[in-house]
């Protein structure tokens, strides 16, 4: 590989992810191994990336006309009839090896007519691994986000684009985007007088990181449902079908969909008995244990079902892309099932570093979803958590005097963490002091390693990393990104860019028995020198996905050295971590969009007569798009944390605390405040 290759990358945590793992090759091996069929001779295989684009061509009143006449004309999809209209053919192109989900495509074309501007939608092109090639398709479209490399199914099944029945009016439907949703559960069905069950489930996409294909020995479940080019969609007459033929072993059912879902042996068993997406699904629309009637919410249901390596990531990478796809076809499958539904969106998922301005992908396109989907009728409410990191000791605010050097908190990385850590840095605005921006290019930054070997960055142009990626720095255990700002046509918000650090592993992960690149476990210490006259202010923010507190994470998280102090200047005594290190902007990066139907949900503890915030509901911060929750709900009690819930599967019960709950709680009341009407 050339210096110019290793010089490109978009992502600092995508282009980390694929440094440690150098044997990359091997996922699409895998996927081609679970490719082959009686019918199909196995391919080479491919890598992809999922890129979210707009078309640069605007649609013209020819074009629109057309596109109405082909998707009124019939009841399905004809592709190649709509990929012969000008403006879209270059998706047709063999040569492009561009690939296109049907139903992301009709999604992109149905949202642009609606709205009067471009197709936007998700697209998966070969990886690119130079400068060149990521710019290759600039002519069609222009690259808004883009998402972790993966295999893809090559299926393009028919696609009904209306059905027979009549759609209902004015439904509320219940929707959750989370991980290990128990989707048989009796918490989700309804009885019939012949004792027969029948699913709440209108519809659920069971996604995956890699495509699917079909096996060489094809069995129930494997081949039911609708494939799509990464995951399979379960319609009501699916699940209902799965309810019938796995009443009395539901952990069967699961298990051999994930065998055919999944490549990753770890992620082909049942799931756990307590899972979280379960839980979340359970309070928000199941049963609420805690009402004196242990009511139940009794609307249609739609899910997605994020990919596991989502649930696994701590960075985030892996659910961001699937998050905004699942939020994009739930608002088309609430469309199809009503002609003016309201649709409630939990997502009790959240990452904790950003830029916390509404900037980032996942917040500003998934407002611009709610936005669209109301030009086409459909009212959507998106419930997220607020985010349980509150005295995690992973955000720190410090000041850099004029002509001065600085040492940072300690950077603590835990022996036995099997997952990369994340730094992202930014600068507060000097002036208005109201908003995060990219670090100043005078600073100077040097990373020393507990045994002493430092490694330094001036930031000196846009878009460097440092160490240069050659074969004499390959394996460094550590490396800076700079991720300039973004800028995009039209009214997209700038990202704001950063200073990303990356630390690989202290040890190997499950994937990698080999090994791979590790990292000392210890203290890191981080310095910067100002040689300018002004001080600056920075916000350090150590990335990691959120955990609700009850549900284990997928290891051990790196932290800032630091020291708690109670807090008695409140309305009770708290607990709160001491400066340089601070709780202000501990929310979720997803939470940052402003919008009077995005809710973001708090957590109470009740204590005697009063409800107070919980000891973990994260915070807002004065640089931040978030001040505070637009809501809060009552989580935990005095002498108990969280609520009572269904288990995954049927007959089970366990515990959810976090703001996970409160968001669940949210969802659960705007539902029945919908239903009262």
């Given amino acids: 590989m050339s210096a110019a290759e290793d010089q490109f990358f978009w992502d600092g945590y995508l282009h980390w992810a694929h440094v440690l793992d150098p044997v990359a090759g091997k996922i699409a091996e895998t996927a081609a191994h679970h490719s082959t069929s009686s019918t199909r001779q196995p391919q080479r295989p491919v890598t992809y990336e999922q890129l979210f684009v707009r078309f640069k061509s605007a649609l013209c009143a020819i074009q629109r006309q057309k596109l109405k006449k082909a998707l009124a004309d019939t009841h399905k999809f004809e592709r190649a009839k709509i990929l012969e209209i000008a403006g879209l053919e270059f998706l047709n192109d063999d040569r492009s090896n561009l690939k296109c989900d049907n139903l992301e495509l009709l999604i992109g074309i149905e949202n642009a007519l609606a709205s009067g501007g471009l197709i936007e939608c998700f697209v998966f092109r070969e990886r690119a691994k130079t400068f060149d090639e990521h710019r290759a398709f600039d002519a069609y479209f222009e690259i808004i986000d883009l998402g972790p490399p993966t295999t893809i199914g090559m299926s393009e099944p028919t696609l009904n684009l209306c059905s027979d029945e009549p759609k209902a009016q004015g439904l509320c439907i219940g929707a959750v985007i989370d991980n290990d949703i128990g989707f048989l559960n009796d918490a989700f069905c309804s009885e019939q007088p012949n004792g027969k069950r029948t699913t709440r489930f209108e519809s659920i996409w069971l996604q995956t990181h890699h495509g699917l294909h079909a096996t060489s020995a094809p069995a129930e479940p494997v081949n039911i449902g609708h494939e799509r080019l990464l995951g399979r969609i379960l319609d009501k007459a699916d699940i209902d079908a799965l309810l019938d033929s796995y009443r009395s072993n539901e952990a069967e059912a699961y298990r051999r969909l994930n065998s055919a879902l999944h490549h990753t042996q770890e992620f082909r068993n049942a799931p756990l008995k307590d899972t979280h997406g379960t839980a979340v699904a359970a309070l928000a629309y199941g049963n609420d244990f805690f009402a004196s009637d242990h009511t139940r919410l009794e609307i249609p249901l739609l899910c997605v079902q994020v990919p596991p390596e989502a649930a696994a990531d701590t960075s985030g990478t892996y659910s961001e892309s699937a998050i905004v796809q699942g939020v994009r076809w739930l608002c088309w499958k609430a469309r199809q099932m009503s002609t003016d539904a309201t649709l409630i969106i939990n997502i009790s998922y959240g990452v904790l570093a950003g830029p916390k301005d509404g900037s980032k992908f996942i917040a500003q396109q998934i407002k611009q979803e709610i936005e669209c989907a109301e030009k086409l009728g459909l009212k959507v409410h998106v419930v997220y958590a607020l985010g349980n990191g509150l005295n995690n000791k992973q955000i720190a605010q410090v000041r850099v005097e004029a002509n001065a050097t600085c040492t940072l908190p300690k950077w603590i990385i835990p022996r036995d963490q099997n997952r990369p850590s994340h730094m992202e840095i930014r600068a507060i605005e000097p002036r208005e002091a109201k908003s995060l921006i990219h670090v100043p290019k005078h600073l100077e930054f040097t990373l020393s390693a507990p045994c002493g070997d430092s490694l330094s960055f001036a930031r000196r142009c846009a878009a ?214």
Wanted: hydrophobic letters at 35%; charged letters at 20%.
């Fill in 464 to 677: 460097a990393l440092a160490p240069p990626f050659d074969k004499a720095k390959a394996a460094t255990p550590a490396r800076f990104y700079d991720v300039d700002d973004r800028t995009f046509h039209g009214a997209r918000r700038t990202s704001t860019g950063m200073l990303q650090i990356a630390i690989a592993p202290t040890a190997a992960p499950a994937h990698q028995p080999h090994g791979g690149i590790l990292a000392q476990h210890g203290e890191w210490t981080l310095t910067v020198s100002n040689p300018s006259n002004d001080p600056v202010d920075l916000v350090l923010q150590i990335q990691r996905a959120d955990t609700a507190p009850g549900f284990s994470g997928s290891e051990r998280q790196s932290h800032f050295e630091g020291r708690y102090r109670t807090n008695f200047d409140a309305d009770y005594p708290e607990l709160d971590v001491m400066e340089p290190l601070t709780n202000t902007g501990t929310n979720s990066a997803y939470t940052n969009a402003e919008h009077p139907r995005i809710h973001t949900v708090g957590a109470q503890q009740r204590r005697l007569h009063t409800a107070q915030p919980a000891n973990y509901s994260a915070r807002g911060a004065p640089w931040a798009a978030l001040q505070a929750p637009s809501d809060s709900k009552v989580v935990d009690n005095f002498f108990s944390v969280g609520r009572s819930v269904t288990g995954t599967y049927s007959g089970t019960r366990t515990r959810l605390s976090g703001t996970s709950a409160a968001a669940a709680l949210k969802s659960r009341a705007l539902a029945q405040e919908l239903l009262a009407c």
